[in-house]
């Protein structure tokens, strides 16, 4: 048995370390926190200062257990979590709930899992830090509350299923707004003037006319005036310049340029990166601080000059701007300056690249650029053509890295050839182009999490599951829409010469941008009307102010509790009482044969259309299609969802109708149901054009092979190409010609596919219906009828018994009625040390 037991909460970091320690070190995980609060209960005494109550989670206990045994014959433990709040408060449940002796308990924190810095902490223990276990359960005690309590009120209210969450909310207000904002632009359009040139020595450039005209035949007119007109360099400007490197990646900034440069989104980078720190890679990646520890800064000096030169080198210190910068004392960077790359998967590889890159560059020298400003004038008018363009003079930083923009109508300066003052200038031809203003555009996951950084709202730990959590929730979705056509003119002068033309371009594209659904703004709408406080930016901003306080000792967090409380909880109970039902119902106007009221609003099933108000005995419902939103669509469009379905005639002696459901309009044929295809209008379907789809499906539907009596049919679904055999779905890997099947390749799919079923099942108790399997990831799952129960890593599921299969079941089933309040111990908030 070792001496000593180092408890970190990674699997892959515990073997990591492993490699730096000798044989006296035993590092072991404790998979994240070992104890929370409870599932199905608040877990939280109000009555008795906000008093936490946690537990072991069922799937937690053997692991507890195995820790307690380890921690009980060790000489000393060494709690290993991170060193932000949330691995702190990991540490103090450690302690706690292993009933560790203090006299041989140690906390070590580093911010790299490498050798050095490993021994470093080992060398320098400390104990834990109960500032930072408080500010953690403040947080999470006061989203409880805000949750446990506005979510009922939400069933009541709107729908039932819902639920609020102070971060998550904030997020989906600001989402709203701005489609709210895209909704109520006006677009105005202009034309620009771009002219082409040429120098005395034949080399050709552009220049823009400074201001825009806003009707055509303004535009027409100056073209007019060009005719026959002779140009000069009037002025002539050029100056030197530079470029800055930007800062090194702190939590927010890397999730940003992921997602505009890799286009990964926000969970999935944090999930790359969690996996290249545990690995010992880069330093911890959840950061709000833009610093480099000295050491760093050498080791990166160190590399410029030896992969670069001496020149391109100049050491920097950024300055913090976040509010509460304390988490973590430094930018994530490699641990390793030396290493370019890593020979890891693609994606790992890609991340690892960009934060190498934005190291290296942070601490290299500026950009050395000249910068030349170029005015032109003409003869025959008074307007005056601008060009301007720059030449890198020293590349600096840009030999490494170049920072992404989120603006994609950012345009960068071309190069101008040699101009001297007073040269003549041939026109090649000037273009007066039409040109609309556009809305603000709407967020993306890396825009959103830049807004949220800018408000203060959340920290870096927050923001993937705050997105991941709306999106699950349906409050957003990612857009799919590709946008729409629209015409714009030109106008071309050539020599003597104007011509018009009709051009086209896509504008309105939503597609991976965040877009509220209906269900999403009318929850906003209810929580911004009746509970303005906890929806308030400035609030929500002020709230993390307070943990930073918490977490600083400044501030006890049951007062904080207590202030809070006693505003939010009254307000609850007067909306839970007085508040009207919300359903974003809208009156779009009038029914023109019945005359009876026509709106829209979300229903049971989801966003409808009625015909009728309330009392009317007669009213009728139509489901919204999916490109239809409550907020937007027109009477017209309302009216047309009552035509469906609509009979189109009879097909083979079966009727033949078109219809809108649940999942989106669809042809119906006997029992058939055939959906349309995405965008196509149900009310522009026809009788044949029912019939090309009935014999698409039906030839889709039709047996390709036949398996042990079965029928194998094949198709493509969400997950890409399948077959399908007795019920089953199995995909087909790219390895296969899936146009060509054999009949021994669908042989080998069926065969593989139960092989793999087959070894997956760990436990098969038949007569209790009840299995436990592999999972992804190295998990396992319980499973019994609708019942799933995911065990945690630590779990040997081949060690499990029936009886201990049957206690977790029964702790996950919900209770038949509502039981008694146990009679339970609260593990009381540590005392703030002085």
Known sequence: MAKNLVIVESPAKAKTIEKFLGKDYQVESSYGHIADLPSKEIGVDVAHSFTPTYEVSPDKRALVKKLRDLSKSAETVWLASDEDREGEAIAWHLAEELKLDKSKTKRIVFHEITKSAILKAIENPRGINYNLVNAQQARRVLDRLVGYELSPVLWKKVKTGLSAGRVQSVSVRLIVEREREIQNFNTEASYTITAEFTNEAGKSFKAKLPRNFSAKDQAHDFLNKNIGSAYTVADLETKPAKKSPTAPFTTSTLQQEAARKLYMPVGITMMIAQRLYEAGLITYMRTDSVNLSQEAMQAAEAEIIRSYGKEYSRPRNYATKSKGAQEAHEAIRPTDMTQHTVNLDRDQARLYDLIWKRTLASQMSDAQLERTNVKIEASNHNEVFAASGEVLKFEGFLKVYLEGHDDDDEEQEGMLPALRVKEKLQLQGITATERFSRPPARYTEASLVK????????????????????????????????????????????????????????????????????????????????????????????????????????????????????????????????????????????????????????????????????????????????????????????????????????????????????????????????????????????????????????????????????????????????????????????????????????????????????????????????????????????????????????????????????????????AKKKAAPKKTTAKKAPAKKK
């Open 451 to 814: 807004k949220l950084e800018e408000l203060g709202i959340g920290r870096p730990s927050t923001y993937a599951p705050t997105i991941s959590t709306i999106i699950n929730r349906n409050y957003v979705e990612k857009g799919t829409f590709e946008g729409q056509p629209r015409n714009y003119s030109q106008l071309v002068l050539k020599g003597k010469d104007i011509k018009e033309a009709q051009l086209t371009e896509n504008i309105g594209s939503d597609k991976g941008k965040l877009v509220p659904t209906d269900i999403g703004i009318i929850v906003n709408d209810f929580l911004v009307n009746h509970f303005e406080t906890i929806l308030d930016y400035n609030f929500t901003a002020k709230v993390e102010e307070d943990f930073d306080e918490i977490a600083s000792g400044n501030e006890d967090w049951t007062k904080m509790m207590k202030d809070f409380y006693s505003h939010f909880h009254p307000n609850v109970q007067d909306v839970e009482k007085n508040a009207e039902r919300e359903s974003g119902e809208r009156i779009l106007g009038t029914h023109p044969e019945s005359g009876k009221p026509v709106s829209v609003r979300l229903g049971k099933f989801g966003p409808m259309a009625q015909i009728g108000d309330a009392e009317d005995d007669e009213k009728q419902f139509a489901s919204l299609l999916p490109e239809h939103n409550i907020s937007t669509i027109s009477l017209e469009e309302a009216l047309t969802l009552f035509m469906l379905p609509k009979t189109l005639g009879t097909y083979k002696g079966e009727e033949v109708e078109v219809n809108n459901g649940r999942f989106g309009p669809y042809v119906r044929f006997g029992k058939m149901f055939v959906s349309l295809p995405k965008g196509e209008d149900p009310m522009d379907v026809n009788l044949e054009r029912a019939k090309e789809l009935i014999e698409e499906k039906q030839k889709a539907d039709a047996p390709i092979d036949n398996y042990q009596g079965e029928p194998v049919q094949k198709g493509v679904g969400r997950f890409g190409p399948f077959i399908k055999w007795n019920g089953m779905f199995i995909n087909v890997s790219k390895k296969y010609d899936f146009d060509n099947l054999s009949h021994q390749d669908i042989v080998s799919l069926i065969e593989d596919k139960l092989q793999k079923d087959k070894d997956k099942v760990i436990h098969n108790w038949e007569e209790e219906g009840i299995k436990v399997e592999k999972a992804r990831w190295g998990r396992s799952v319980i499973l019994k009828g609708k019942t799933k129960i995911e065990l945690g890593k630590d779990v040997d599921a081949q060690k499990l018994t029936l009886d201990q299969v049957k206690e977790m079941i029964a702790q996950k089933a919900p």
